[in-house]
């Protein structure tokens, strides 16, 4: 079995942490793989293939980048953020499967997105002046989607601990607070909307722990809708 092969089949047979890790990694070699291929012929300007996948705040510009509000979930800023990004999707989401569901994780990292989204476009059409500055006008929104099931989880367990090698015990909220401050220094400064954003997938993990306490679960939609994909894919497959 080649290393193609192996991984379509942890993809199908893994749970829903697997399939993100391994979308977001396939995201990231798919689009170094364009930048190295336009490169090497002198094709757009540098990093066009990332940029491509990003969303952009302008709707003017969504209409020629259409793929880029699902892609955009599975973008990051470089190597060492995507580094980042599955070091913390990998732990966290282990422990947010502890308190919460697969449904709840997927259906919160995908709400997260698109909160960061209508933050990111919101904060844009409100100040005009954003327009006029030499920022970028498009964003990857992993790190948001990350942020949005983190913060269910602070405010699930906030004094649950967790061992970190060479410091000890540490309290689950103040492991989300550092890792968010992190994921904020590693951010390029190209776009102070892209704090808007992460601030709009904090309030979705925090109103989907509030909600999901008064029995009603903002992650139910998105289940929906991936139960219905998943029916289709499965029809597909039999003889």
């Known amino acids: 079995m080649n290393l193609f092969q192996e991984l379509k089949t942890k993809f199908v047979t893994g749970d829903v942490l697997t399939r993100l890790l391994l979308i977001n990694c396939a995201m990231f070699v798919f689009a170094l793989t364009l930048d190295i291929t336009f490169t090497l012929f002198s094709f757009g300007e540098d990093k066009l293939a990332f940029s491509a996948l990003n969303y952009p705040w302008n709707p003017l510009v969504l209409l020629f980048r259409p793929w880029s509000p699902v892609t955009s979930l599975f973008t990051s800023w470089g190597l060492w953020h995507l ?123 925090w109103a989907f722990n509030n909600m999901l306490r008064k029995g009603k679960d903002l992650t139910a939609p998105v289940t929906a809708i991936a139960v219905w994909l998943d029916n289709i894919i499965h029809r597909k497959r039999l003889p």
């Open 83 to 205: 580094l980042f990004n599955m070091v913390t999707l990998y732990w966290l989401g282990g422990v947010f499967l502890r308190y919460f569901t697969s449904n709840h994780l997927r259906g919160l990292y995908i709400l997260g997105g698109i909160a960061g989204m209508l933050l990111f476009t919101g904060t844009f059409m409100a100040l005009p002046s954003f327009q006029l500055r030499d920022w970028a006008g498009s964003m990857p929104l992993c790190s948001a989607c990350i942020l949005a099931f983190c913060t269910a989880l602070a405010f699930r367990a906030p004094d649950s601990t967790e061992q970190i090698p060479l410091i000890g015990a540490v309290k689950l909220k103040y492991i989300v607070i550092t890792l968010a401050i992190i994921d904020a220094a590693l951010l390029p400064h190209v776009n102070p909307a892209t704090d808007a954003a992460h601030l709009g997938a904090a309030l979705i993990g």
